[in-house]
């Protein structure tokens, strides 16, 4: 309490008691009950006095309370506390705190504005949505997406119809944009969907981020023209794959027709014949591996999994390599194997684990070994979740770790001379991971320089195995 209020009320507590005392002397009788009674209503009337003083002095600490919360109206804005006597310095820490809470709100709003203009110039549908689906709030992107009209309550007709409050099945009704928010709602998780029918002919990349308040913010990336670009890429390369199929085949039908039974050829003709056999060898196999890539990538590779032993495939892909073993006086080894099993497609298991033999034999001999040395395996791992781990280890020159991350594209090659020299086309890898990602499992490889290389997928184990 302020000096001047503590020396106000004494002074009027004063008052009423010299009052008291005054009647007491002046008038002659008034002692007890009635000097009471007049003394109690002159302190009433002392107290009704103070009260008001008080009111009159605290108005100005409700009109700056007022002012914090945003109430005060707009021509009283800013209202000078200068004026109060008792309670000073309480109304210039209000006066205070009054300023810091609208900078404050100020610069939130600022920040909010300018968000939101970042928002409304993104190319990308950006939605909010609430832990109970409801929408919070969208960009221009996301209402120009949506259906151009509908019609509101009140029977007018409103042009966005990504409505804040209502439920987001009933903007957006495609199922994986739906289950993308019911994953990252629910686990608190970032998911990923490719959804088809946002929008009829359109196709968009949706990611949801769960908010740390609870929530989700569901981003739409629109990925039609892309994946338009993308198809006729591949049937481009098909195409062109194609038609080269029937002159190569008839390249080499005449040139091994001419080896085989030419015997009037010079040497230096058979070594240009057989060179010309040899490259157009290696481009059968490189279109043969383009119409593979095609078809995979374009989903016309039609897969039929089936419940699959471990042990028997990497048996069959074993013995289907014996030729290529023979052919480099290889050896070729049955590791660890399970007879858990796997929920695949055979052909294309066999193709992959084919493909990674080939690879181990070829690549795979150190420098001192006089041949190559391969391992196959299959175990059954429970991390991250239940699978069978297929492993195709040599014991080689190993690749860098600079590689690792890249030997899984098309055409790419560590050592590009010596994969010419091998007759590779640098798709085998790609087309692996594509079938194997097409299964449900993952494809990956493990290695050390001068250590060997480890190439290894999983497959998912079947749910229900027959005998």
């Known amino acids: 309490m302020s000096r001047s209020l503590f020396w106000m009320v004494l002074s009027r507590v004063a008052l009423v008691l010299a009052a008291f005392v005054a009647l007491e002397m002046v008038?002659?009788?008034?002692?007890?009950?009635?000097?009471?009674?007049?003394?109690?209503g002159l302190a009433a009337l002392v107290a009704q006095w103070t009260v008001h003083s008080l009111r009159r002095a605290i108005a100005p600490l409700q009109?700056?309370?007022?002012?914090?919360?945003?109430?005060?109206?707009?021509?009283?804005?800013?209202?000078?506390?200068?004026?109060?006597?008792?309670?000073?310095?309480?109304?210039?820490?209000?006066?205070?705190?009054?300023r810091q809470v609208h900078q404050a709100l100020a610069?939130?709003?600022?920040?909010?504005?300018?968000?939101?203009?970042?928002l409304d110039s993104m190319q990308d549908a950006v939605v909010a949505i609430d832990a109970g689906g409801r929408i919070l709030w969208s960009n221009q992107r996301m209402q120009r997406l949506m259906p151009n009209a509908y019609i509101t309550a009140a029977g007018g007709a409103s042009g966005r119809s990504v409505r804040v409050g209502h439920a987001l099945v009933q903007s957006i009704r495609d199922p994986d944009v739906l289950q993308a928010v019911q994953t990252a709602l629910e686990l608190r998780t970032v998911s990923q969907r490719r959804a088809t029918s946002v929008l009829p002919g359109s196709i968009f990349e949706v990611n949801v981020s769960p908010m740390p308040g609870g929530g989700a913010v569901v981003v739409l990336h629109d990925?039609?023209?892309?994946?338009?670009?993308?198809?006729?890429?591949?049937?481009?390369?098909?195409?062109?794959?194609?038609?080269?199929?029937?002159?190569?085949?008839?390249?080499?039908?005449?040139?091994?027709?001419?080896?085989?039974?030419e015997a009037s050829l010079s040497v230096s003709a058979r070594s240009f014949l057989?060179?010309?056999?040899?490259?157009?060898?290696?481009?059968?196999?490189?279109?043969?591996?383009?119409?593979?890539?095609?078809?995979?990538?374009?989903?016309?590779?039609?897969?039929?999994p089936t419940p699959l032993r471990p042990d028997l495939l990497v048996r069959d892909a074993v013995l289907g390599m014996s030729g290529l073993v023979q052919e480099n006086e290889a050896l070729l080894e049955i590791g660890e194997v399970t007879d858990?099993?796997?929920?695949?497609?055979?052909?294309?298991?066999?193709?992959?684990?084919?493909?990674?033999?080939?690879?181990?034999?070829?690549?795979g001999q150190a420098r001192d070994a006089p041949y190559s040395r391969v391992i196959v395996s299959a175990r059954v791992v429970m991390e991250p979740e239940e699978a069978v781990e297929f492993s195709v280890r040599d014991f080689g020159q190993g690749i860098a770790s600079e590689h690792l991350a890249r030997i899984f594209e098309r055409f790419y090659?560590?050592?590009?001379?010596?994969?010419?020299?091998?007759?590779?086309?640098?798709?085998?890898?790609?087309?692996?991971?594509?079938?194997?990602?097409?299964?449900?499992?993952?494809?990956?490889?493990?290695?050390?320089?001068?250590?060997?290389?480890?190439?290894?997928?999983?497959?998912?184990?079947a749910q229900y195995p027959i005998d």
């Open 340 to 363: 858990r099993q796997v929920f695949a497609d055979h052909d294309a298991v066999q193709q992959v684990l084919g493909n990674l033999i080939e690879n181990a034999i070829k690549y």
């Open 223 to 261: 990925i039609t023209r892309i994946e338009q670009v993308e198809r006729t890429q591949r049937d481009f390369v098909a195409n062109v794959s194609h038609e080269l199929r029937t002159p190569l085949t008839s390249i080499s039908g005449y040139v091994e027709t001419l080896l085989d039974h």
């Open 63 to 98: 009109v700056a309370a007022k002012d914090i919360l945003g109430e005060t109206p707009e021509g009283r804005k800013g209202l000078s506390l200068t004026t109060v006597r008792d309670f000073d310095l309480l109304a210039q820490s209000l006066g205070m705190a009054s």
């Open 413 to 461: 090659r560590v050592d590009k001379a010596r994969s010419r020299e091998s007759g590779g086309t640098g798709l085998g890898l790609a087309i692996a991971r594509h079938m194997i990602q097409a299964q449900g499992g993952a494809i990956w490889a493990e290695s050390n320089l001068g250590g060997g290389s480890t190439f290894l997928f999983t497959l998912p184990v």
């Open 27 to 40: 008038v002659p009788g008034l002692h007890g009950l009635p000097a009471l009674g007049v003394g109690l």
């Open 274 to 304: 057989t060179t010309i056999l040899k490259n157009a060898t290696r481009m059968n196999r490189l279109t043969e591996d383009l119409l593979v890539m095609a078809r995979v990538e374009s989903s016309e590779q039609v897969l039929t």
């Open 107 to 118: 610069a939130s709003s600022a920040s909010r504005q300018e968000l939101e203009g970042l």
